[in-house]
Structures are given as C-alpha cells and as structure tokens.
C-alpha cells in the first residue's frame, strides 16, 4: 500500500457547504485538501476546526477560474505527493439578474468558474485517479439547474451543464474504476438565506414538500455516501437533496 496521504480535495472549501463537506470527509478519514479564493482566514478557520477534531487538512488559495494555476496545483502539489481519492468540485459564483439586462461579464464570470473550472479540475483530476485506477469524483450542481429559475440563467446554465459534464465524464472513466456522480441542492440554510425577509423564505417554503430549508449538513452526509464504499457501483447519477422541490 501507497505511505502517500488519502486525500479529498474539496474546491471551494472555506465556508458554507463547503466547509461542511470538508469536515465531514476529514471525519471519514481522508486528508482534506480545501481551496479558497479570498478571505484565507476563514480557510485557516476551517483547518483548525479539522485539525481540533483529530483529522488533517491544508488549505490552497487557487482561483477556479485560473485553468493554468489549477494545472500547476496538480503537478505542485498532487502528482506523486498524494493518493487523491475523492475530488469534490463545489466552489461557484452567482450574478444574478433578468436575461434582457444581465451584462456579458457576468454571464462568462459565471460560466467560466461555475462549468469551465470544474471541467479544469475534473480534468486534472482524472489524469492521476486514471493512473491510479480508481478515484471518486462529486459535483454539486443544483436543483435550478433542472428546474430553471428566473433571474439566474446563467447560474442554471452552467449547473446544468454541470450535470452533462457529470454524464459524460462517468461514461469515460468507469474502465478506470472512476465514479463520477453530482449532488443537487435545493434551497439550503446558510449565511445567505439567514438574511432574506421572512416573506421570501415563506415563499421558498411554499415549493418544498417537506416545508423546510435543507442543512448543509444533508449535503455533506450526500457528498459522504458518495465518495465511501456503498457507493461503488453508483456512477453519472444525480442525487438530489432538496426536500421534494424537484422529483
């Protein structure tokens, strides 16, 4: 057996249901590799907490959006210094707005971290789990990248994408023994959604069947089952996680 760390590499790992999937998978038994692109006390935070736990982690400031920085993350830091078993491509942007007055930045802005940057780490990734002949990988779409949502055509757009990418790429990689498999939120407590008036989140209320908000903590327990041994014979799936908002 390889002396090389087991790692998870959880992108976007420094804060909501990101860091709660690290901390979930550094429960489990890997090394958690995390990357965030400001606020590096926030990672730190999320190293420490891993750490205090009795797990291990490192946290990489690494922009999604930079396919140059994200291949030379790979070949610094991953090939031939780990034994990268599971990679969870969750970092994303949003810059919502009406179609009609939406600017072309903010289309290719969300575009290009929230498909083409997990398309660069799904990428690289594949490379050494190919080698290795085995590796989980797990995308976290959405749930209005099935159902659509006014205001976020590009969001959608890419998180739909995402799940095509998610296809396509298991059915390219389960000869290596690769499972590739998306999770799609629904509507999820966070920091974010703790701001809404109460008006909005009632409405929010109103399309779930289970008439709450999901926890982060659903999402990670998904990501978990995924990237774990029950899951082996699973792969280009989308698991939803969204109350019954979407079925």
Known sequence: ???LPKVALVTGGSRGI?????????????????????????????????EKAGG??????????????IAAF???????????????NNAGITRDGL???MKDEDWDKVIHVNLTGCFAFLKEASKIMGKQRSGRIVNITSVVGQMGNAGQANYCAA???????????????????????????????TDMTAELPEKVV?????????????????IAAAVSFLAGPGAGYITGQVLGVNGGMYM
């Open 202 to 218: 009632e409405a929010m209320l109103e399309q779930i069947p289970l008439k709450t908000l999901g926890q982060s903590g659903d």
């Open 159 to 189: 998180k739909a994408g995402l799940i095509g990418l998610t296809k396509s790429a298991a059915r390219e990689l389960a000869g290596r023994n690769i499972t590739v498999n998306a999770v799609a939120p629904g509507f999820i407590e």
């Open 56 to 69: 291990k982690a490192r946290a990489f400031q690494l922009d999604s959006a930079d396919r140059d920085a």
């Open 74 to 88: 790979f070949k610094d830091e991953i090939k031939g210094k780990a034994d990268l078993e599971v990679l969870v």
């Open 1 to 3: 057996m390889s002396d």
């Open 99 to 101: 179609m009609m007055r």
């Open 18 to 50: 990101g860091r709660t999937v690290a901390e979930k998978l550094a429960a489990d038994g890997f090394e958690v590799y995390l990357t965030f692109v400001s606020r590096p006390e926030a990672a730190d935070e999320v190293v420490a907490s891993i």
